[in-house]
């Protein structure tokens, strides 16, 4: 069973930075994407960042250059370094798991904000939130 459990999200103010981490298991590491899905309120799930298991890493446009994804697969954990942070990212930040093949990763694009988010088959913790305060 995949677990995954979020922590490290606050309130800051536009321009700083935080870091996110979600402890992971029950998977294996070559056989799913990594990623962050946020929701703010009354908007629509929007997929932020997703890595691959060879590290290759995909980012929303809106999250590019400001936000970096990666993972420590001896210690589990996934993270989500934010830098620059502004108002819009105000969301409840999920760590998301999605199984993938090397010709069907629609999941795993969602998930980084590349394709439009559908029907989610992935997994999901129960999130972080993050405020942006301008």
Known sequence: QVFLAESGGGSVQAGGSLRLSCATSGYTYSSYCMGWIRQGAGKEREGVAAIFSDGTALYDDSVKGRFTI????????????????????????????????????????????????????????????????S
Do not use: I
């Not at 697969?73 to 930040?93: H, R």
């Not at 069907?104 to 998930?111: D, E, H, L």
């Not at 980084?112 to 405020?131: D, E, I, K, R, W």
């Open 70 to 133: 990666s993972q420590d697969k001896a210690k589990n954990t996934l993270y989500l370094q934010m830098n620059a942070l502004k108002p819009e990212d105000t969301a409840m930040y999920h760590c998301a798991a999605v199984s993938y093949t090397t010709s069907q990763t629609m999941g795993c694009r969602m998930v980084a904000g590349v394709a439009p988010m559908g029907v989610f088959n992935g997994h999901s913790g129960q999130g972080t939130q993050v405020t942006v305060s």
